[in-house]
């Protein structure tokens, strides 16, 4: 049976009852037992275990209370009773109760010994428990005696350390301003001997006050005093200068920060013997004023107290690190603060240093400085992966930042334009791991510094050895390219995806340079690219040799991409040397560029690669056209241009067809890129007369040929194509015919049966085939048409008086239609023969009106009406069998 100490009056006792005051069931302390045996039972990594550990404490926490009930009701007795007289404390005996006055209230179960998960049995304290006073016998049995439980102490809503911090806080504050008050306004009405002996006398009473408080372990007062007595040493100095200082000495801003560093070393050795963490904390806002105020003389002195000042602060940091005070956990984040305080007064010091040097030197070195910084920054981050310390991270990064900061100024106070790629790639190096994801953020890291400082590189070789800008570029890329198989992870893939963002870069603005010839060859403007030099094209043959570096799926596009740009850029310059004499080179070497990019998408591994390549024949085919046009050597004449560029898009079309293809879309894409130079050469040839391209009568047949050699294309795609055929013959037929209208009109050939014969005899043969090959879709879907084609125009044409040939013309048609119909046993030619010739009968009849008597008409019709009565039984089974075999007809 568990036994638990009695919340009345602290005895071990059962739930059921105390043998010492008495007490009867308690259903807090039963619950307790039953709580106490289910975690007994409940493994430790059981997840349910938490609530009922939750639930014991709770009732822990419930039994206090009553406790506490206790204790209050008891001295509500005693108060209004004397306490019975109480025998001497008898020694605990070891089967007698553990009493004393001093014992817990609630307790866990004594049963006995608890065995651990490790086996050995836990041992109770050998020091045995304070005795509790014998209650005596009678009616005060149940009531413990007064003072046997301390009452209840209240909490307040702030704690005590907190009262204290604050009120040293504000004393401090409040005296320091009192001191510099005092130091600026208040020691004008004392002489310099008073001043001196008030300042001197505080300070050195302030410096001495921390080691009087620390032996009396008042360490928080004595922390406040060293901060005072930092802030007063500093006035004190100063003002003492200012007093005593020699006729005709400067209290300038170089006086100030020598001063400054002179008191940094003072309180670096305070430290070292007070070992008090506000010195050190006290430091740094001083360490910042002295150099601001250093930095503002001249660059000797400048640079000479800002490394001492340096210098002092890493002193200080070691002694801080060294020496503990009574606050180790705020004096280790005063050393790493001291220390990345030193690092940043060293790398100020350097950039005071570099803004006293002559201008033409400072391009140069803000570009040394903006690569020290990118190799800063890709320490940071492998300092990180490798998992150093905390101070080593903070040193690390604090020289990174400076150094960023100083790259900026430098770049921003050299006004080099070439300085903007490095400053954006170090913004980015820096920023950049603060928004990517965490899977990804290192190898971003990495690589965006490996980036920054491959462009500081370049950058410092463009303005210290005037190196040109694309070659220096492409240097630093081939450089980390070769680099990257030999460096060991993470640094090979950062300098591998750094070299690509690089490459990748320097080719586009390469590209650009190139791209802004045209506009030269053109219009006469270079669009803001003013480099039409050697280095283009060479720089981009150089590209096309590095290919090699790539992987092989994006060799072919790498190569196509910078032979297209390096002969454009090249035929350019050549142009330009002489345009009169080489004015047909740009044409040739853009048709050089449409038969690379041909090649590529021919060739090309990639979709992007192949889709690309089609868009550069359908690009640089126009541009060709264009330049031959604006050819004196040349002299493509009128209409030939169109023509050309037709006969490119129907090769396009076909090749596009017919040549091995790997997918789906890239085929596609250059069949509409191939109907889009079609139409827009075919639209040129029409309207030719307004672009002065066929205003010579010769050249009306151009629009011709044009259709025709499309028509072409399409009816080779058509056989070539391995699904959706009749959607290219559909197109070849439209085309074919607005072919030969065109060449029909160029003839002012008038007649219209030369318009429509032609199409539906094609369209009749067509329809032959398919109705011999298919039989089950019937003469109206391949035959109809044909026959409306040949025959609704001219028959249109003939009512109402028009040519006696061609009235003989249409009904010998239609004859022959309705022969055709009967003969294969096919609807729709003799349907559409017999409303034709039905059509032409009654046209002739209409003709012939006023040639016949007025009495015929009725004859005929009494007639023909008698004759229909008398046989109205067999025509109509007659009419019957026409109509079924007309039904059986296909």
């Known amino acids: 049976m568990n036994t638990y100490n009695c919340p009345r009056c602290g005895s071990p006792s059962t739930a059921d009852r105390c043998p010492v005051c008495g007490r009867g069931p308690e259903p807090l302390l039963a619950r307790l037992g039953e709580l106490d045996a289910v975690l007994a039972a409940m493994p430790v990594t059981l997840k349910s275990r938490a609530a009922v550990e939750a639930e014991r404490v709770d009732v822990l926490q419930g039994l206090t209370q009553v406790a506490a009930r206790h204790l209050a009701e008891a001295e509500r007795q005693a108060a209004q009773s004397p306490a019975p007289a109480v025998p001497s404390p008898a020694p605990q005996t070891p089967d007698g109760p553990v009493t004393g006055p001093l014992a817990p209230p609630v307790t866990g179960p004594q049963a006995g010994p608890v065995t651990p998960a490790g086996g050995a049995p836990r041992v109770a304290p050998s020091t045995p428990l304070p005795p509790y006073p014998v209650l005596p016998q009678g009616p005060a049995a149940h009531t413990p005696p007064a003072g046997a439980f301390p009452p209840a102490r209240e909490r307040g809503e702030v704690r005590s350390k907190t009262v204290q911090t604050v009120l040293l806080s504000l004393g401090g504050l409040l005296v320091a301003a009192a001191l510099i008050i005092f130091t600026a306004v208040a020691w004008r009405n004392m002489g310099n001997s008073g001043r001196a002996a008030v300042l001197g ?130 004096d280790l984040w005063a050393g790493r603060l001291l220390t990345c305080a030193a690092v940043i007064a060293a790398c100020s010091a350097g950039l005071r240093a570099a803004f006293g040097v002559a201008d033409p030197v400072v391009p140069a070195i803000a570009a040394a400085v903006a690569a020290l910084a990118a190799a800063n920054l890709v320490g940071v981050y492998l300092a990180r992966r490798l998992g150093v310390t905390l101070n080593t991270m903070l040193i690390a990064g604090s020289a990174a930042a400076s150094l960023v900061l100083c790259a900026w100024v430098l770049a921003a106070r050299s006004g080099s334009p070439e300085l903007v790629i490095p400053s954006l790639a170090l913004f980015a190096a820096g920023f950049l791991p603060f928004v990517t994801p965490e899977s990804r953020r290192s190898a971003w890291a990495f690589s965006t510094a490996v980036t920054a400082g491959l462009a500081a590189v370049a950058v410092f ?89 790539l992987p092989r799926r994006f060799r072919v596009d790498a190569i196509a991409l910078a032979l297209t740009f390096a002969v454009e850029s090249a035929a350019i310059l050549w142009w330009d040397q002489d345009p009169a004499r080489f004015d047909a080179v740009p044409t040739v070497a853009l048709m050089v560029c449409g038969a690379i990019g041909l090649a590529a998408a021919l060739f090309s591994r990639t979709l992007t690669g192949r889709c690309s390549g089609w868009v550069a024949v359908a690009v640089w085919a126009p541009l060709a056209g264009a330049a031959a046009d604006a050819s004196d050597t040349l002299d493509p004449g ?14 396009m079309l076909v090749i596009a067809v017919g040549a091995p293809r790997r997918s789906r879309p890239d ?37 011709a040929a044009q259709f025709g050699i499309y028509a072409l294309a399409l009816a080779g795609a058509a056989i070539m194509a391995p699904v959706r055929k009749w959607g290219y013959v559909i197109a070849s037929l439209c085309t074919g015919t607005l072919g030969w209208w065109s060449m029909l009109i160029a003839l002012e050939v008038g007649t219209l049966e030369f318009y429509t014969a032609p199409p539906a005899a094609v369209l009749f043969l067509i329809g032959l085939w398919r109705l011999e090959r298919r039989p089950e879709t019937g003469s109206w879907s391949t035959l109809a048409l044909p026959i409306l084609v ?55 009849l209409t003709l012939l009106g006023g040639r016949i008597p007025v009495w015929i008409p009725p004859a005929i019709g009494g007639a023909i009406l008698i004759t229909v009565g008398a046989t109205f039984e067999r025509r109509r089974r007659d009419l019957r069998r026409i109509r079924d075999s007309l039904k059986a007809m296909r």
């Not at 901060?227 to 005709?248: H, M, N, Q, V």
């Not at 009128?638 to 090769?651: E, F, K």
């Not at 889009?676 to 029409?686: F, I, K, Q, R």
Request: with cysteine; aromatic share 10%.
């Open 201 to 330: 006398g505080v300070t050195l009473l302030l410096l001495a006050v921390p080691f009087a408080l620390k032996r009396y372990r008042l360490w928080a007062t004595a922390e406040t005093f060293a901060a005072l007595a930092s802030l007063a040493l500093w006035c004190t100095t100063l003002a003492g200068y200012y007093l005593y200082r020699p006729p005709g000495a400067d209290f300038g801003p170089e006086t100030v920060g020598a001063w400054t560093a002179g008191v940094l070393v003072v309180l670096t050795a305070y430290r070292a013997a007070a070992r008090l963490t506000a010195t050190s904390w006290a430091m740094l806002p001083l360490a910042l004023i002295g150099a601001s105020y250093a930095a503002a003389g001249s660059i000797g002195t400048a640079v000479v107290l800002m490394l001492a000042i340096a210098a002092t602060l890493g002193a200080a940091s070691w002694i801080t690190g060294k020496q503990p005070g009574h606050y180790a956990k705020s």
């Open 790 to 844: 040949g025959i609704a125009p001219s028959l249109i044409t003939a009512i109402e008086g028009g040519e006696e040939v061609r009235r003989v013309g249409v009904g010998a048609a239609a004859i022959a239609v309705i022969i055709a119909g009967l003969a294969r046993r096919w609807q729709a030619p003799l349907v559409l023969g017999s409303i034709a010739l039905a059509v032409m009968t009654i046209n002739e």
């Open 461 to 549: 070789a463009t303005v210290a050895f005037d190196a040109p800008d694309l070659s220096a570029y492409f240097a630093a890329f081939l450089a980390a390219r070769l680099l990257a198989p030999v460096l060991a992870e993470p640094l090979g893939s950062a300098f591998r995806s750094a070299s690509l963002v690089v490459g990748t870069g320097t080719a586009l603005v390469t590209s650009l340079v190139a791209l802004g010839g045209l506009g030269y060859l053109f219009w006469g403007s270079d669009f803001g690219w003013p480099l039409y030099d050697a280095e283009v094209p060479i720089v981009l043959v150089a590209f096309a040799f590095a290919t090699v570096l």
């Open 638 to 651: 009128d209409g030939w241009i169109p023509l050309w560029l037709t006969v490119t898009a129907a090769s």
């Open 667 to 703: 085929r596609v894409l250059a069949a509409v890129l191939a109907h889009v130079l079609g139409g827009t050469s075919a639209v040129l040839g029409w309207f030719g007369e307004i672009f002065d391209w066929t205003s010579d009568a010769h050249g009306e047949l151009i629009p």
